[in-house]
Each structure stands twice: as C-alpha cells, then as structure tokens.
C-alpha cells in the first residue's frame, strides 16, 4: 500500500518491482507475496517529550517500522535527523528487509528514529533525548524480537546513552542494540564494517570483468565523508587504489592530481567529523588548498574527467540522472552504492542501459542492499556474539565479513545470470540490481508463505 505522501517508499518499492518481471513470468504466484510485503507488520510512532539545557520543554516525534520478522528478529538502523518522516523510513526498512537476507544470516528487516536534529546539541541534551526516546521504545524491542543500531545521527554515543536507557527501564543486560562500546557488547569491525565490505563487493566485480583486475591504479570517486566513506576510502588506498573525492551536505572536494586522498587526510576529516565540522574546514588546514579544489553545492560525480569506479557513500537519491551520464561518458567501469538507494530511478536506468547495450564496455551497477549490507552483516555477527556471551577478534570478524560479501556477490550474479535476458551484445555482464532484488525477494517469499503469510 502506497500513499501519495511517501514518495521514498514509492521509489524503493517501484525498484524493487520493476526488476521482478522475470520472476513473476516464471512463478506468478509471487505476485502475492510482493502485494503482502509492502505492507509493515507493524508501525510504532510516539511523542518524545524531553528537556534542554535552558530548562524548556522539547517534543519530536518518535518512530519505529517492525517490517518483516520472516527471516528473524527485526534489524536496521535508528536515524536522528530533522528530515525523517515515516515516507523515509519505510524506504529504508523495505530495503532493509531484502538487504538482510542477502546476508545469509537470521535478521528481518525494520527502521526506525526520530525528527530530531544532534547538531548543536550539547552531550546532556542528547543524553536526555535519548533516554526520553527509549523510555518507550523499550517497550516494542528486544534481543529476539527487534535488535536496533545506529545510522545517520546515531553513533556509538547515541547507541551508548539507549543501550543504558534501555537497560535501567527493563532491567536487563542483552543484544538489544548494535554497534556499542567494545567494553560492553560490541564488535571488532563494525565501525569500518559497511566500507570495508562494498570495497570487498566490488573486488569481486572487478575480478569478473572481462579484463579481470584490481584496484591497483583505479581512480575512485566517493561521496560522503562519515564512517562509510571514510573506510572504504581506507581500505581503497590499502589496496591500491587511489580516492579522488570526497564530500559532505555542503559541496565536494577533488584532489588535483592522481594521488589523490592519503591515510593522513582520511584521520584529519574524521577528527573533523567528529567535532560535526564540514569538508570547508579541513580545506583550511595545511597544504589542503594546493592539493585539492572545493567545489561548494556539488558533489563529485561530473567533476572529474577519467574515472574507474564511483562508490556513492553519503545519502539516497545522490546521483542524478545528468550525474549518471556524467559518470558514463568519464569511462566508469564500476558503480556501487555505500548509502541506501544512492541512485535515483532515472540513474539506475542510465547505468543498466550501459549495461545492457555497451557489451563488455558497458557500466556495471551495484545496489546498495547488496554492495553496503557489510554494515549490517556485521551487526549480526554482534548478536550472535552477544548470544554467545563472546567476543570475535578482529582478524575473525574481519574473515567473516569477507565470506558474507563473497556469498552475496555470488548470489546475485547467480541469479542475476539465471534471469538474464536473451539477446544481449557478446560480453554483457548480468545485472545485479535484478538479481539482488529476486534472490532477495524469494527467500523472504519462500519463507513468508512456509509461515502462513500468504498463499
């Protein structure tokens, strides 16, 4: 069921649909089970009342989408941003819900946050917050049936200060949440986690070109300069790659020369990152100005002549239709999505219509549900040790994360190849947008109908 007023959800479920004709043609019956699908089990939203450091009475609205618990307890991130409404978290626990199951291991799908906005919060406001948001949501979670974590706006103090709420209101020490403190539940390589695993994705990509290679030399555009970008532009430099750009909500920044980004730079962002400064004042800071060009109000996409691979790592809906274009005519052999839906609608279309037409010189495109679920592969890795009363050292945590992208990379160019269409130019690539979509959809299907819900 979609209402006029969720154009999020609508774009997310329209991609998801518009890639399941093959399926449908083979097995209509599942028709069915995509009309039961997009409608949330359950939607839990609530007032939050708390008190700023002036003493005055503060309200934001409070949500939770509990989408679908087929493959087990409830999993996906809690966004504090003005910006959410239940249009966006729809979106996100939809995908959420497909992404989880191309993890291969027990997690349903659900989102959930809050209209409010931690910039220019002081630590004892956003203490309060917290503490006042999880007072009910306490209620609607727990370590089997719903498993929280953070997302934009909520990191590792945020999860700290309603893991703590969480466990004065219920009295309990559990895996309730995700993503906390090593000293209390958490896991090596879950900050680095969803980075790490779309550069893992996508050396597979890279070794399934016709002209299999590395990322040795490869130009990398990222967007973003939050945890995901940061990592993955970490672990591209660890390989050999170099990252010309990256970027935040007030414009990007290009190197000027092929070395691009350095491991110095990467920490001087992230400290700035952590004092909720922007991209304009690491430009302030050194030689940056010599090095690299600000471009304020843009992003990186169509500002760099000859580029290899593209990972958009910042929001959805970052890469425009101009922009994909943009990407293809810059020779882009690779694009892969770090953020959630980062490609509108009109982009994808651009990317599998080079695909599909450019033979073995076509662009290939790698959904965000598939290439970034190393974030939330990792989150379960944290419930199975919290169940475990254990704690994963890093190389352990690390080898898993590099099995769970092989596995998903395998599943959908699989099924990707499974659902090709005939007539293609000699050295088309199968697209992985449709086979993470219809290997996804047909385990969550599979096991919605064993259960009784639908038939």
């Given at each position: 069921?979609?209402l006029?007023?969720?154009?999020e959800?609508e774009?997310a479920l329209?991609?998801?649909a518009?890639t399941?004709?093959?399926?449908?043609?083979?097995?209509p019956?599942?028709?069915?089970a995509?009309?039961?699908?997009?409608?949330?089990e359950?939607?839990?939203q609530f007032?939050v009342?708390?008190e700023?450091?002036?003493g005055?009475?503060q309200v934001n609205r409070?949500y939770?989408?509990q989408?679908n618990?087929a493959l087990g307890p409830?999993?996906?991130?809690?966004r504090f941003?003005?910006s959410?409404?239940?249009s966006?978290l729809k979106?996100?626990?939809?995908?959420?819900?497909?992404?989880?199951?191309?993890?291969g291991?027990?997690?349903g799908?659900?989102?959930g946050?809050?209209d409010?906005d931690p910039?220019?919060k002081?630590?004892n406001?956003i203490?309060?917050?917290c503490y006042?948001?999880?007072?009910e949501l306490s209620r609607?979670?727990?370590?089997?049936?719903d498993?929280?974590?953070g997302?934009?706006g909520v990191g590792?103090?945020?999860?700290a200060?309603?893991?703590g709420?969480?466990?004065k209101y219920?009295?309990?020490?559990?895996?309730?949440?995700t993503g906390?403190g090593?000293?209390?539940?958490g896991?090596n390589?879950?900050?680095e986690?969803?980075?790490?695993?779309l550069?893992?994705y996508v050396?597979h990509?890279l070794a399934?070109?016709s002209?299999p290679t590395d990322?040795n030399?490869?130009?990398?555009?990222i967007?973003?300069?939050?945890?995901?970008?940061q990592?993955?532009?970490l672990?591209?430099i660890e390989?050999?790659?170099?990252?010309?750009s990256?970027?935040?909500?007030k414009g990007?920044?290009?190197?000027k020369d092929?070395k691009?980004f350095?491991?110095?730079d990467?920490?001087a962002i992230?400290?700035?990152?952590l004092e909720r400064k922007y991209?304009?004042?690491?430009?302030?800071t050194?030689d940056?100005?010599?090095?690299f060009e600000?471009?304020?109000g843009?992003r990186p996409w169509?500002?760099?002549?000859?580029v290899?691979?593209?990972?958009?790592?910042?929001?959805?809906?970052?890469v425009?239709?101009?922009?994909?274009?943009?990407?293809?005519?810059?020779?882009?052999?690779?694009v892969?999505?770090g953020?959630?839906?980062?490609?509108?609608?009109?982009?994808i279309d651009v990317f599998e219509?080079s695909r599909?037409t450019?033979?073995?010189?076509?662009?290939?495109?790698?959904?965000?549900?598939a290439?970034?679920?190393?974030?939330?592969a990792?989150s379960?890795?944290?419930?199975?040790?919290?169940s475990?009363?254990?704690?994963?050292t890093?190389a352990?945590v690390?080898?898993k994360?590099?099995?769970?992208?092989k596995n998903c990379?395998?599943?959908?160019?699989?099924?990707?190849?499974?659902?090709?269409?005939?007539g293609?130019?000699?050295?088309?690539l199968?697209?992985l947008v449709?086979?993470?979509?219809?290997?996804?959809?047909i385990k969550?299907a599979?096991a919605?109908?064993?259960?009784g819900?639908?038939?």
């Amino acid at each position: 069921m979609v209402l006029p007023s969720e154009p999020e959800f609508e774009q997310a479920l329209n991609e998801i649909a518009s890639t399941l004709g093959p399926l449908f043609e083979r097995n209509p019956e599942y028709k069915k089970a995509l009309a039961v699908s997009q409608i949330p089990e359950r939607v839990v939203q609530f007032r939050v009342v708390w008190e700023d450091d002036s003493g005055n009475m503060q309200v934001n609205r409070g949500y939770r989408v509990q989408f679908n618990s087929a493959l087990g307890p409830y999993k996906g991130g809690l966004r504090f941003h003005p910006s959410v409404n239940l249009s966006i978290l729809k979106f996100l626990g939809y995908e959420q819900i497909f992404k989880n199951a191309l993890t291969g291991l027990m997690m349903g799908g659900g989102k959930g946050g809050a209209d409010f906005d931690p910039k220019g919060k002081s630590d004892n406001e956003i203490r309060k917050f917290c503490y006042a948001f999880m007072q009910e949501l306490s209620r609607h979670i727990g370590a089997d049936t719903d498993v929280p974590a953070g997302d934009i706006g909520v990191g590792g103090r945020e999860v700290a200060y309603m893991f703590g709420a969480y466990k004065k209101y219920r009295n309990e020490f559990t895996g309730v949440l995700t993503g906390k403190g090593m000293n209390f539940g958490g896991s090596n390589i879950r900050p680095e986690a969803t980075g790490y695993g779309l550069v893992y994705y996508v050396s597979h990509m890279l070794a399934q070109l016709s002209t299999p290679t590395d990322y040795n030399n490869k130009r990398v555009l990222i967007s973003g300069s939050g945890n995901v970008a940061q990592y993955a532009a970490l672990k591209v430099i660890e390989l050999g790659g170099s990252v010309l750009s990256l970027s935040d909500s007030k414009g990007a920044l290009i190197a000027k020369d092929a070395k691009g980004f350095t491991v110095d730079d990467i920490s001087a962002i992230a400290n700035i990152k952590l004092e909720r400064k922007y991209l304009t004042d690491f430009v302030q800071t050194g030689d940056v100005a010599q090095r690299f060009e600000y471009h304020e109000g843009k992003r990186p996409w169509a500002l760099v002549d000859k580029v290899d691979i593209a990972l958009p790592s910042a929001t959805q809906n970052e890469v425009s239709k101009e922009e994909a274009e943009a990407l293809v005519a810059a020779g882009c052999k690779i694009v892969a999505e770090g953020s959630n839906m980062g490609s509108t609608q009109e982009a994808i279309d651009v990317f599998e219509h080079s695909r599909a037409t450019s033979g073995a010189n076509g662009l290939w495109y790698a959904p965000g549900k598939a290439a970034n679920c190393g974030g939330v592969a990792v989150s379960g890795l944290e419930m199975a040790q919290n169940s475990q009363r254990l704690q994963w050292t890093h190389a352990e945590v690390d080898d898993k994360l590099k099995g769970i992208m092989k596995n998903c990379y395998e599943i959908c160019y699989n099924t990707a190849k499974d659902y090709a269409a005939q007539g293609q130019p000699e050295g088309t690539l199968p697209s992985l947008v449709q086979g993470a979509n219809i290997a996804g959809f047909i385990k969550v299907a599979d096991a919605m109908k064993a259960q009784g819900n639908w038939w």
